[in-house]
């Protein structure tokens, strides 16, 4: 891909300090970080988004942070309604959607209140103008308009009249003053992509295959775009905007796309479906952030698909129980608490010896919490949280992308061991976007499940249903409409071999362990626990699990450490204990308080330090750097 | 052509561990002599149920069978139904497990109507848990957990049923081999889910409670044995009839004889009727009261599915997204 350089970087910003891009003419940015905020209804999830399919057409690696509140529609103009969108773009690996931000585009006081305190020295603010009001400054609790004292004399600030500037762009289309605001978003858009130096026509193009049937709003809006853009270029103005421009990535060949992590998480149970050869029956209850997998899920219905919103989180985990037993593929997904509802359920399908994948998009808590911010607070739930001696196989999916390979792995050990797995996924990843390698569905290995058994004439149905594989303990699928292998099952306790119901003292003993040593098992199938960076034995390895992975990638690269980051969470790689034997201390920072050190405790008998963040928000790179470099000089001194 | 089946054939090897007289072992006797009339095949039927004294049912039953959780089983037979509409899925609750930890489930699967027969075995008790006052018991049902006297007011299963948008709804005496054999073979035949009240007498802990109008003496007075295009005839050689009062908009009992025209003919396709019929206290509606198919959930799913839930496109063909690109 080939790269023009229109840098046209302007004294103001290359007086600014300490800054990513206090950067000379010939020089180009390493990464760059942009924040884009305001009210939850000015549309800055959708205008972000389209930045990042733009970022990504351009070449650049990139992590985004979607930030939004719980409210579908916070009363304008205050703090509490800020949604914002964050994404990192560069040419160096990008793993995390950024520290500080370089750039920010304030829609209002509010929004300017909110990032401000995020913000790089240096970095450069776009407002709009027209925003800054008196109402709207009291409302997000300025006693004084910032643009006057000196709050802002770190920064560069563009003042543009924004609102005024694009309802003028649409005004030829004789929209409503409302309307016309609306397409305030694409206004801005077409600033940042004419910052950026991107082309306008991919987000052109998506809003006319979007707004295909509202022609009116269709071409107001790409008027906006074009004004915005077209804002950038004016001579007299591109004095104070900056042309920035990043290295397009080092990426390994081969075919690209951007993704979220729920549309990977769709397509990986889709294409489980497919290596299984068996339908996928998905169904759920409305919650956030698990929703996005049921909307992408509906939309895949030729790949063997089908979805059904049950009338509550129970029957939605029943459902794909019946769905189970039925011979589909049977999936569900929620959030901590609808997942706390699923508890019950999950016990019957261990008892039933069924294949089940239960999706968690883990998010702040306890209780309802915050429901829009992330965390990972329900480790002790899906490896600890059931009644009884009811074990599950747990994973956790590190990032966007690999929510595909987890959702594939978690089916291939439900069928290949007949139990119910639990995935691990979190609010941040449900929305978050990343450039993603797109894995060819036809080279993995096929999904097989244990075949169902001949039927002699005269033999015990339900023994042939419970003769389970010596290896994984997975017994055969038998499905009602099967002849010859009509049996009972349920929830109570079963004979080992005859599938009958038992109380007896010897066969429980023998049932309890028999369940534990089929989850045990998942281990011996699992591939060994490597080193995500470093040398294999030293003074300190991280220990990640999920979404955390990105900052924690960066800071020990930053610090030189050691990384290991665990996606088989329960059973773990049965390696774990000897690798990190290999290390003097074991630093495990994780968004809750304590929960994957306990299972280490628990699990490995090893003592391993905590470092615990439950702000709602994700992990820093130079918080985590700074803490293991204080680990590491607790330990010479 | 496999040879018939008979009720025997339908009964499985388990011992049966219901009390000694209770009123499940006639409904169990019932259901496996329907299944034989109706030529079910044990390998495509499967009998789904909850948590309680009921839902041990499918054990006995020689077909397929999953006792799932409490209340839970309307969610768990939706569920294998769509993946398998061929089936015949039955669902076995009582009061407590379908009107009380189950009435969420249950409500949701009538209004879906999906195409399941529900048969919700009424004994206004809880009986597994050793006698505690049901969500169907009567106002002042002394019990465990109500020593002086429940204080609800009892939910009526046909009531329910109906406002949860039910397309069939029938009623039967556990120990009525005639009507409820009569009852089964309709609730099995409905495309849809059909919904059926069994009253079955608890002998351990709520004996008799039905005795006022399944008792043998008063069976002929107390008990209208509803058909549809038929009179609402009752009582001693169908002396009684029922005729709709438009002053109270409610049915009332009539001397038959003396003026016949004035006796309702039932028609179970009308709506507000039913609601009127589930009302009667005395005689007790039995039989079909309501029955107004519609399109079943699992068909609608099926025919909305763009490939019928077949893999028609590869996911390799969607993996892409509309910007995919390349690095050399």
Redesign the interface.
């Known amino acids: 891909?080939s790269y023009t350089s229109r840098l046209a970087v302007r004294t103001a910003v290359e007086a600014a300090n300490n800054t990513s891009f206090s950067v000379n003419k010939n020089s180009k940015l390493q990464s760059i970080v942009v924040r884009l905020a305001g009210d939850s209804g000015d549309g800055i999830q959708l205008m972000g988004s389209q930045f990042a399919?733009s970022t990504?057409?351009s070449?650049r690696d990139f992590a985004t942070f979607p930030d939004y509140p719980a409210e579908i529609r916070a009363p304008a103009g205050t703090t509490f309604g800020v949604s914002a969108y964050q994404i990192n773009l560069g040419g160096d690996p990008i793993t995390t959607a950024g520290d500080a931000p370089d750039v920010l585009v304030a829609f209002n006081p509010a929004a300017l209140k909110v990032s401000l305190p995020m913000l790089r020295p240096g970095a450069l603010i776009v407002l709009n103008n027209d925003s800054f009001t008196p109402r709207n400054l009291a409302k997000a609790g300025y006693a004084d308009d910032p643009r006057n004292g000196n709050a802002l004399d770190q920064y560069q600030v563009v003042l543009a009249d924004i609102s005024h500037l694009n309802l003028e762009a649409v005004r030829s289309f004789g929209l409503s003053k409302s309307e016309g605001g609306r397409c305030k978003n694409f206004w801005v858009l077409g600033l940042l992509l004419w910052m950026f130096d991107r082309e306008l026509e991919?987000v052109e193009g998506?809003i006319r295959r979007r707004l295909g049937t509202k022609p009116t709003m269709r071409d107001a809006n790409i008027a906006a775009l074009h004004a915005g853009h077209a804002f950038g270029e004016t001579a007299e103005l591109s004095a104070s905007l900056p042309q920035l421009s990043v290295d397009p990535a080092r990426?390994?060949?081969?075919?690209?796309?951007?993704?979220t992590g729920a549309?990977a998480l769709a397509?990986g149970i889709?294409?489980a479906?497919?290596l299984a050869?068996r339908?996928v029956?998905f169904?759920s209850y409305p919650i956030t952030p698990s929703s996005p997998l049921l909307h992408r899920l509906a939309r895949?219905?030729?790949?063997?698909v089908?979805t059904?919103q049950?009338?509550?989180e129970?029957?939605?985990i029943?459902?794909?129980?019946?769905?189970?037993?039925?011979?589909?593929i049977?999936v569900t997904s929620s959030s901590g608490p609808g997942i706390a509802l699923k508890t019950?359920?999950m016990?019957?399908a261990v008892n039933?010896e069924l294949p089940l994948l239960i999706v968690n998009w883990q998010r702040g808590g306890p209780s309802t919490g915050l429901p829009t911010k992330t965390e990972q607070s329900d480790l002790y739930q899906a490896v600890y949280g059931r009644n009884a001696d009811t074990p599950i196989p747990v994973l956790a999916a590190a990032s966007s992308g690999e929510c595909f390979d987890m959702a594939v792995e978690g089916m291939r050990i439900a069928i290949r061991h007949m139990t119910p797995v639990i995935l691990l996924v979190d609010g941040y990843l449900s929305n978050a976007s990343e450039p993603w390698l797109?894995?060819?569905?036809?080279s993995l290995p096929r999904i097989e499940d244990r075949p169902v058994p001949e039927v002699p004439a005269g033999s015990d149905a339900a023994m042939l249903a419970y003769q389970r594989d010596p290896e994984s303990l997975g017994r055969p699928w038998v499905?009602?409409?099967?002849?010859?292998?009509?049996?009972?099952?349920?929830?109570?306790e079963r004979d080992y071999v005859t599938g009958?119901?038992s109380y007896d003292p010897d066969n429980h003993q023998r049932m309890t362990e028999f369940r534990q040593a089929k989850v045990d098992s998942v281990a011996r199938f699992i591939p060994d626990q490597a080193l995500e960076l470093g040398d294999s034995n030293g003074d300190i390895v991280v220990v990640g699990w999920g979404s955390t992975y990105g900052p924690i990638y960066q800071a020990v690269r930053r610090t030189g450490a050691s990384f290991v980051h665990l996606r088989h969470i329960h059973p773990l790689p049965r390696n774990l204990g000897t690798l990190l034997a290999g290390f003097d201390k074991v630093l495990v920072p994780e968004m809750n308080n304590g929960q994957l050190a306990t299972l280490l405790r628990d699990k490995l008998g090893i003592k391993p330090v905590s470092y615990c963040k439950v702000s709602g928000q994700p992990f820093r790179i130079s918080e985590l750097a700074a803490r293991i470099e204080a680990e590491r000089n607790g330990d010479t001194r | 052509m496999s040879k018939a089946l008979t009720a025997k054939d339908f009964a499985?090897s388990?011992e049966v561990r219901w009390c000694p007289g209770c009123g499940d072992y006639a409904i169990l006797k019932a259901v496996t002599k329907a299944l034989a009339d109706a030529g079910a095949r044990?390998?495509?039927?499967?009998f789904?149920?909850g948590?309680g004294c009921a839902s041990r049912f499918?054990?006995y039953v020689?077909?397929?069978?999953?006792?799932?959780?409490h209340g839970?089983a309307p969610?768990?037979?939706?569920?294998?139904?769509?993946?398998?509409p061929?089936?015949d899925v039955w669902v076995v609750t009582g009061d407590g497990d379908g009107l009380s930890i189950g009435g969420?489930?249950l409500?949701?699967t009538l209004r879906r109507n999906v195409g399941l027969k529900i048969l919700l075995f009424n004994n206004e008790i809880y009986g597994l848990t050793k006698g505690q006052y049901s969500p169907t018991s009567r106002t002042g049902t002394v019990s465990p957990s109500s020593p002086t006297g429940s204080l609800e007011a009892p939910i009526s299963p046909g009531r329910f049923a109906l406002g949860a948008g039910a397309r069939f709804f029938a009623r039967a005496i556990d120990t009525d081999k005639t009507g409820l054999g009569e009852v089964l073979q309709q609730a099995h035949a409905f495309d849809g889910a059909s919904f059926t009240e069994i009253f079955q007498n608890c002998i351990v802990y709520n004996e008799d409670v039905f005795a006022a109008f399944t008792d043998r003496n008063n069976a002929a007075e107390a008990q209208l044995h509803l058909r549809h295009g038929e009179p609402m005839l009752f009582g001693e050689n169908d002396s009684k009839g029922i005729r709709f009062n438009p002053e109270t908009f409610e049915l009332e009992v009539i001397d038959a004889t003396g003026s016949p025209g004035d006796v309702l003919v039932h028609d179970a396709g009308n709506a507000v009727l039913a609601q009127l019929l589930v009302e009667l206290q005395t005689p007790v509606a039995l039989g079909v009261i309501y029955r107004q198919p519609s399109e079943p959930f699992e068909s609608a799913?099926y025919k909305h599915?763009?490939?019928r839930?077949?893999?028609?496109?590869?996911?390799?063909e969607?993996?892409?997204?509309?910007?995919?690109?390349?690095?050399?």
């Not at chain 1, 990426?251 to 993704?259: C, D, I, L, N, W």
């Not at chain 1, 499905?479 to 109570?492: A, E, F, N």
């Not at chain 2, 044990?42 to 499967?46: A, L, Q, Y």
């Not at chain 2, 020689?62 to 959780?69: A, C, K, L, N, R």
Request: proline letters at 7%; aromatic letters at 8%; glycine letters at 14%.
């Open positions: 891909m399919v990504a057409l070449g991919p998506w990426m390994a060949p081969g075919e690209y796309r951007s993704v549309e397509l889709a294409a479906g497919e050869d339908p029956l169904c895949l219905q030729e790949l063997g089908g059904f049950a009338e509550d129970i029957a939605a029943c459902a794909a129980i019946g769905a189970s037993y039925g011979g589909m049977g019950e359920a016990g019957l039933a797109i894995p060819g569905v036809e499905t009602p409409g099967m002849p010859g292998l009509v049996h009972r099952t349920g929830g109570l009958h119901i | 499985s388990q044990p390998e495509r039927t499967v789904v149920s948590i499918p054990y020689e077909t397929y069978g999953f006792h799932t959780i839970r969610a768990v037979a939706t569920g294998l139904k769509l993946a398998n061929d089936l969420n489930h409500l949701h799913f599915h763009p490939s839930m077949r893999r028609t496109r590869r996911v390799a969607f993996i892409r997204g509309p910007n995919a690109w390349t690095v050399e």
